[in-house]
């Protein structure tokens, strides 16, 4: 079953007690998950994208892997480095290998399931995914100096593709929050650099840069309008242009959108109105991210309108009912609102429902 990967290091301590630090390596097709690399091609033939969820808890996975099965949608599950932090890498690598069980069990014949890894930051962070069962990998140099940017991708790519693992990179800036991104301002990515830069690094995917914005508050009030009816922000348009013009260059080529939440407004409202704070959050709309769907976008990530779904349901939950002190009753609420999310973006967003029978 696992591949003993010749890497057992012996440390030795002030005490010269002998430590091994044994590794062991799992390919994620004993996992029965898959890499992104079929999912992209039928999903840029096909004019939809495919969903990547962020998780890092057991009730975003049920609802994840529940609202996959029944829309029978490919799905990439994906840990972020701090996710990772939190969950446990070994508990994850199992959770992913659950999740597929699961979804067999709730009558999906042949899961299409990939485990990402979100904003790698380094060829260790990646390497470790590719050796504890991730499918693919996202190695983020868009903060590196172009040149510096292109031989870390390139390490990576030459790595992961020894195991098969598809390889996502990045060029362009997202401004926002997420985890340990954070960038204060976004730069579009340059069109006339991308040909040089798929080629050189040999990725199998690229991440770029047209005003989508990492977490709940993706623009500041002074770069939206206001709605007069409403006094909701209303966010400025996604650089359609500099999309077309990087599809030109890579005819074909897999694109992925990150920070593509659209913060729904009644899931702000149901925290605001029981004791939350989030004045002003504002996402992408969804009409816009419909229309990126249907191009050689493949791949849009959300994670914070699950975050906002969760907070919503456990925030009412409690404040309607001070005396509940069991977790399955505000965390189930959660995960079936979160159910509700998934399907909504699968269905009537993304355009995946029926890609995976
Ligand atoms: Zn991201």
């Not at 690399?37 to 994840?64: R, S, T, W």
């Not at 925290?271 to 191009?295: C, F, H, T």
């Amino acid at each position: 079953m696992h591949a003993f990967n010749g890497k057992a290091v012996l440390k030795e301590t002030h005490n010269f007690k002998v430590h091994l630090n044994i590794q062991f390596m799992v390919s994620y097709k004993e996992l029965g998950l898959v890499n992104t690399k079929d999912m992209f091609a039928k999903a840029i033939k096909g004019g939809y994208a495919i969903p990547a969820f962020n998780f890092n808890n057991m009730e975003q996975l049920q609802a994840i892997v529940k609202a996959s099965a029944e829309t029978k949608s490919p799905v990439i599950l994906q840990v972020s480095k701090g996710a990772r932090n939190y969950a446990n890498q070994t508990l994850l690598r199992y959770m992913a290998q659950g999740a597929v069980e699961y979804a067999k069990e709730l009558g999906w014949e042949k899961p299409q399931i990939c485990l990402h890894l979100d904003h790698g930051d380094s060829f260790e962070t990646c390497k470790s995914c590719v050796d504890f069962g991730f499918s693919s990998v996202m190695i983020d140099g868009s903060a590196l100096p172009y040149e510096e940017n292109i031989a870390l991708t390139k390490k990576v790519v030459e790595y992961a593709h020894q195991h098969d693992v598809t390889v996502e990179a990045e060029l362009g800036v997202l401004a926002g929050v997420e985890d340990e991104v954070q960038a204060e301002e976004s730069h579009y990515t340059k069109p006339e650099e991308v040909i040089d830069f798929a080629t050189r690094t040999g990725c199998d995917s690229l991440a770029i840069s047209i005003g989508t914005s990492h977490g709940a508050y993706k623009f500041k009030p002074e770069q939206c309008t206001r709605d007069a009816e409403t006094g909701r922000l209303v966010p400025p348009p996604l650089a359609f242009d500099v999309l077309d013009a990087v599809m030109e260059k890579l005819p074909g080529f897999p694109i992925v959108l990150h920070g593509s939440s659209s913060v729904p407004q009644e899931y702000v409202d149901i925290i605001n109105a029981n004791g939350g704070k989030l004045p002003d959050a504002v996402g992408i709309p969804e009409e816009q991210l419909r229309k990126a769907a249907k191009s050689a976008v493949c791949k849009i990530n959300i994670d914070s309108d699950s975050r906002l779904a969760f907070t919503a349901a456990v925030r009412k939950v409690l404040s309607d009912k001070p005396g509940e002190f069991d977790p399955r009753k505000y965390c189930g609420p959660a995960r079936d609102l979160m159910v509700e999310l998934y399907k909504h973006k699968i269905v009537n967003v993304l355009g995946s429902e029926g890609k995976a029978i």
